[in-house]
């Protein structure tokens, strides 16, 4: 399966406080603290055979998002920032199209993320998906509050439509 994070406010602390731990390789630069037990949850996944991606709103260059990941001994799949976004969809007002790169589950702190890849037919909300990646059992921390499952790009009433 392909799962899809948010950084900001999701996995990276940004206008909301929430445990974080540090890089665990500190030589890498650009390195930043990570929400707390994302480690370890991304660890897992990756171990499960799932791929790894970042799909933000930001427009930090990829290499950075890599980087960042890498300083916490995390390899990503795939990055999608706004800036490739936008070249894919233009300005279509999706804030975010997680089928329209393969995305499996997305998990974004976005309310409006949320209502408008619900209401706009891209997916589907589930609390299983977030149950199962981010167990509070195993250091998990406090759980991001929407896991997205996709819905392939033909589905959008806005593709469909082009």
Sequence with gaps: MRIAFDLDDTLLPCGRAFPTEAPT?????LGEPLRGGARARLVSLR????????????????WRVRALFAAHGVGLDGVVTQRLHDRRFGRSGLPKAPAGFGIDLLVDDSQAVAEQCVGGAQGERTNEGLSRLW???KGGGDVPPHALRCRPLASHPLRAAA
């Design 25 to 29: 390789r500190p030589w890498v630069p």
């Design 47 to 62: 171990a499960e055979g799932h791929e790894l991606w970042v799909y933000t709103s930001s427009y930090r260059h990829p």
């Design 135 to 137: 167990d509070r059992g």
